[in-house]
């Protein structure tokens, strides 16, 4: 239960760049609950221009709905009057987010620490200079000129090393005269995370033309990197600067005792909240119309965070460009159906210049999927080239590794080492059936072993983030209860078998289908029971060649928990390989889709068959 | 009104990017190629020098050997720095650039110098073919740069003479600028400086309502507008002919139609598409047409929806999307109405938040009659109402609202959603969620 100093309910907003969703949360005899979800659009854009109009209305649906009167006679929050929630909070994403600029001296080393930095506390990161970007002076000089961004990260340098290349990169961003993109009257903020002996000499340079703000090197020894304070302070510039370009936050943030968060920021601290919670490597998306995000929590104690925006992967203003990137044949690699490039191409610009239409039929709905498959696997593929470990460092050897060096900067996403998978998003929050979800998260990336999957019922995950940073308990409560749907657990055994042949035995005791001893052959696609909140403790034997965790051939024991979809046998392989004949596989995706009740059968197999259009 | 257009009060602001000179006066008349405001943009090239080092002298030393100090102006091949050495150690370093240096780094030892143009400076062209010894037609291949690449004072154009650098001649651009043109006739380079003039026009035919200063101005004028889906090409104008009520053939474009804005009920193909370029048209409006046909015919691919800023001669508005619809009677019955008329199009087409969308506008300057409102492009469903269907199955037909039920339904794909029955053209209803139909 709550302590004392815990606030009786909550109300929470999050102010998107089209809606603006409010949140009520209420203390009952068994801890914290959601009460209702209220929402309305942006009102940081002309006729309106002060965003303060939408979360009113936002609330204003709220209070319809629970019959309470949530805001003052005013129309202010009111936390000390009767009934009134007694803590109000909010993030932001409205006006295009927080965009920044990052420079450093080495690309793929301090340059690469400040983008993680700037990517952690929720940025959108328009370029990165560095001294060996491959680009002259003054190109980089014209780039930060025309790119206009909301804050500069500086970094550069061990504490106490040369001073010669982070001087050389603060000279570049003196000799482009840079401008912030809001506001003309005020200096463009720039932090200086780099060696602590050139602080003076930046001072010099830059004190003068930006409004400059000195912290902790983001790189004080090379083996460290300390993100931290610079990521605090660029939520605090974001505050102080950004936000209160944007019309009516000064307001806004008059009403919360806590500092308005951008958006992805707080997603991010509410899935190193569920990684510790669970004690357990955690990758959570959350695939949006415009873009996608990724947040991956590795290492032994969860210290690994890190988030990636691929600013053009989204469902809906960037699905043109998803398939762009993917290619036709990719995206039509999912579909059972068949459906030709050109008619692919037409549907999907369609829904680019009307994002708000939804599928109607099961073969549109299909295609969104095969999208969706798509944007998640290419947003993790740029994850992955981010989210690894520090380069230029030394690293203690022994003997074994004499004939397996491996390199420095190698990625840390273990997919076997995942333990929970979180989407978030329209394509994945509001699939259909639920098991939907599951295999587009399974199909886009391949987990392996042994992976809890879950999705955000109605992505109220950038509010509980905020939340958990002041009180982690009501936080984490609704996060469990309200704010997750658990979709089960996958087994998926890594290797590739020839059709038929054993890979996995399971074992064990399921609460409702009492003792089970199950064979999964190469090929299937299989659930068992496993309703949310039980658990089982298996034993899973894969065959010779295929690995679940404990090395290949291994026998393994588990405790497996369950969801909505239940326990997910996954014997199709990884990597993950269709047939290449497309026949043959769209027979294939048919089997695997009936055999976990993923669409509606008679539909699927009606569907199936009908010959190339367009 | 007439024939199926309205006349609404236009307002177009044209901007300058960043400050310049208004040309413009309030209440003055305008055509579409009037100049409301321009700016000659400067991009002056900031030279990073290691003078420091170029000297042989520690970075700190660096001040103190400056003969020249920040925001002097400086001339080409004059002594800004000297550092000396005992007695013969003199060393000096001369400025490659005319401009003004904008930062002495102690720290760093280097120093920045922007160059600066004068401002009507012709571009220069030499013989580099000469220079290098080559033949006329082999000079491309010896080109370090090419064409809109930018290059300073004394970097190499071309070489000649890859393996035996003894021989190797090279050739330097005399000046610094943009590379504008490589002659394999005569053998010359051209290079031009990075002027770069902007200039907004009116666009609109209409008067200028109020000045921007420094900036530009807005634009109005009684106009009938209409609002496309989908759009590729910059702002451009001509005369208005409908050319067909169904698909646009190749055979019915002729080199008359030179840059005139045809009409199509009907889609366009990828033939059509090629023909109107051949013929100098400058505007389409039709229906729809193909995604991979204007990949194919205008060489460009749309990725994130923003569009507008492509360069060709063409812009192309589709009224209804891709694929293969027929357009929406009120919207050619209005096109019709205006045939023969000045029409102004914009191709701009950004789907994010604070959509723009492609637009026709034909001005009419001295009307009297009366202005409709703009009315919105939301309006809530009614019965009764005519629509349009925006999604499969039913994609592109139209109807006319039945019924509005309050509950919401489940769909074929078994997603629960408020939805719309609506009578289609044949009688039949159909049962469609309310966010894939539009009011027309």
Not at chain 1, 33 to 46: C, I, N, S
Not at chain 1, 222 to 250: C, D, K, S, T
Not at chain 1, 274 to 279: E, N, S, T
Request: aromatic residues 4%; neutral net charge.
């Amino acid at each position: 239960m709550a302590n004392d100093s815990s606030p009786g309910s909550i109300l929470a907003t999050d102010c998107g760049s089209t809606t603006t969703k409010a949140i009520l949360i209420d203390r009952d005899a068994t801890g914290y609950r959601l009460v209702a979800r209220g929402e309305a659009p942006t009102t940081v854009e002309a006729p309106f221009e002060d965003v303060t109009l939408g979360v009113r209305n936002a609330v204003g649906e709220l209070e319809e709905l629970t019959g309470r009167s949530l805001l003052g006679p005013d129309g202010l929050p009111s936390p000390g009057r009767p009934g009134s929630p007694g803590l109000f909070l909010s993030t932001s994403s409205a006006g295009g987010g927080l965009q920044m600029m990052v420079a450093g001296v080495i690309k793929s080393m301090t340059a690469e620490s400040a983008q993680r930095a700037a990517l952690g506390a929720g940025a959108i990161v328009m370029d990165t200079i560095a001294i060996d970007d491959g680009r002259r002076p003054h190109e980089k000089i014209r780039r930060i000129r025309d790119l206009r961004p909301d804050m500069i990260v500086l970094s550069g340098g061990v504490d106490g090393g040369t001073v010669t290349h982070v001087a050389q990169v603060a000279e570049l961003i003196a000799a482009a005269r840079p401008r912030p993109r809001l506001g003309s009257s005020f200096r463009l903020p720039v932090i200086y995370a780099g060696n602590v002996k050139a602080r003076e000499h930046i001072r010099k340079v830059l004190g003068e033309l930006v409004d400059l703000r000195v912290v902790a090197n983001l790189r004080p020894v090379m083996e460290r990197e300390e993100l931290g304070p610079a990521r605090e302070e660029i939520h605090h510039l974001f505050m102080e600067h950004v936000m209160a370009q944007a019309p009516g936050y000064a307001t806004l943030s008059g009403w919360t005792p806590v500092p308005i968060m951008p958006t992805p920021g707080a997603v991010g601290l509410a899935m190193q909240s569920v990684a510790r919670l669970h004690g357990t490597s955690v990758i959570g998306v959350d695939i949006g119309g415009a873009t996608t995000d990724v947040f991956s929590v590795f290492g032994a104690d969860q210290e690994l965070f890190v988030r990636t925006v691929s600013a053009n992967l989204g469902m809906s203003y960037s699905v043109s460009n998803v398939l762009l990137e993917a290619g036709a044949d990719n995206v039509l690699r999912w579909l059972p159906l068949p459906v030709s490039p050109a008619d692919l191409t037409n549907r999907i610009r369609n829904k680019m210049i009307r994002p708000t239409t939804i599928p109607q039929t099961l073969e549109e709905l299909l295609i969104e999927q095969a999208l969706a498959r798509e944007a998640l696997r290419l947003a993790l593929e740029h994850h992955r080239t981010l989210a690894r470990g520090l380069k230029g460092i030394q690293r203690l050897r022994h003997v074994g590794e004499t004939f397996s060096q491996e390199a420095t900067g190698q990625t840390h996403i273990n997919l076997m080492e995942l333990g929970f998978l979180v989407g978030s998003g329209g394509a994945l929050s509001h699939a259909p059936r639920r098991m939907q979800a599951a295999l587009m998260l399974l199909d886009a990336f391949q987990p392996e072993g042994v992976t809890r999957l879950a999705v955000d019922s109605i992505f109220m995950m950038p509010q509980l983030g905020v939340l958990w940073a002041v009180h982690p308990e009501p936080a984490a409560q609704v996060f469990e209860r309200d704010c997750l749907v658990h979709l089960g657990t996958a087994v998926a055994p890594v290797g590739v078998g020839r059709p038929g042949e054993r890979v996995l035995t399971v074992r064990g005791v399921l609460p409702t289908a009492g003792e089970v001893e199950e064979e999964l052959l190469a090929g299937q696609l299989r659930v068992l029971p496993l309703a949310p909140g039980e658990r089982a403790d298996l034993e899973l034997s894969p065959a010779w060649g295929f690995d679940v965790g404990a090395g290949k051939g291994r026998r393994a024991r588990v405790g497996v928990q369950g969801g909505v979809c239940g326990l997910i046998l996954d014997g199709r392989g990884r990597p993950l390989i269709l047939p290449p004949d497309p026949p043959e596989r769209r027979r294939k995706l048919v089997e695997w889709f009936l055999s976990v009740d993923a669409y509606p059968a008679d539909l699927l197999k009606r569907q199936a068959g009908p010959p190339i259009r367009g | 009104m007439n024939s199926g257009y309205q006349v609404t009060m236009v307002r177009k602001v044209r901007k300058l990017p960043l400050p310049g000179e208004v040309l413009v006066q309030p209440g003055q008349r305008v055509e579409p190629e009037t100049p409301v405001a321009r700016i000659d943009l400067r991009p002056g090239i900031p030279w990073v020098l290691p003078v420091g080092r170029l000297l042989g002298i520690e970075s700190d030393l660096l001040p103190a050997a400056m003969l020249r100090q920040v925001g002097d102006r400086v001339r080409l091949r004059e002594v800004i720095a000297v550092a000396q050495k005992g007695i013969y150690g003199r060393k000096e370093y001369e400025s490659p650039t005319d401009g003004v240096i904008e930062d002495i780094s102690h720290r760093s030892g280097r120093v920045v110098i922007r160059e600066e143009f004068g401002r009507e400076e012709p571009p220069i062209s030499f013989d580099v073919a000469f220079e290098i010894g080559c033949k006329p037609r082999d000079l491309p291949r010896n080109m370090m740069k090419k064409v809109g690449d930018e290059i300073k004072r004394g970097q190499v154009v071309a070489k000649k003479g890859e393996t035996q650098a003894f021989f190797t001649k090279t050739a330097l651009a005399p000046i610094s600028g943009v590379i504008t043109e490589v002659n394999a006739q005569t053998g010359y380079v051209t290079i031009s400086r990075p002027f770069k003039e902007v200039i907004v026009r009116a666009y609109v035919s209409g008067a200028v309502a109020t000045l921007l200063p420094g900036r530009g101005a807005v634009v109005e004028t009684p106009a009938a507008r209409i609002i496309g889906a989908f759009g590729v090409g910059r702002e451009g104008h001509g005369r208005l002919r409908v050319a067909t009520a169904d698909v646009l053939e190749p055979n019915a474009i002729t080199p008359e139609d030179e840059g005139a804005i045809l009409v199509a009920g009907g889609p366009v193909s990828r033939e059509t598409l090629r023909r109107a370029l051949e013929c100098g048209v400058r505007g389409i409006i039709a229906s729809t047409a193909g995604y991979l046909d204007i990949v194919e015919a205008l060489g460009i691919k749309v990725g994130v929806g923003i569009t507008g800023q492509e360069d060709i001669p063409l812009t192309l508005i589709l009224t209804e999307g891709f694929g293969r619809l027929s357009m929406r009677e009120n919207s050619f019955a209005a096109l019709r109405g205006l045939e023969g008329r000045l029409a102004c199009v914009n191709g701009a087409t950004q789907i994010r938040a604070g959509a723009i969308r492609p637009e026709v506008v034909v001005p009419f300057p001295g009307w009297d009659g009366p202005l409709a409102e703009e009315t919105g492009p939301e309006e809530d469903l009614a019965l009764g109402q005519r629509v349009r269907i925006i999604s499969e199955p039913y994609f592109g037909q139209m109807g006319v609202v039945a019924e509005l039920p309050r509950q919401p339904e489940v769909l074929p794909t078994e997603a629960r959603v408020p939805v719309v029955v609506v009578a289609l053209a044949d009688g039949t209803p159909a049962r469609i969620p309310r966010a894939n139909v539009e009011v027309f």
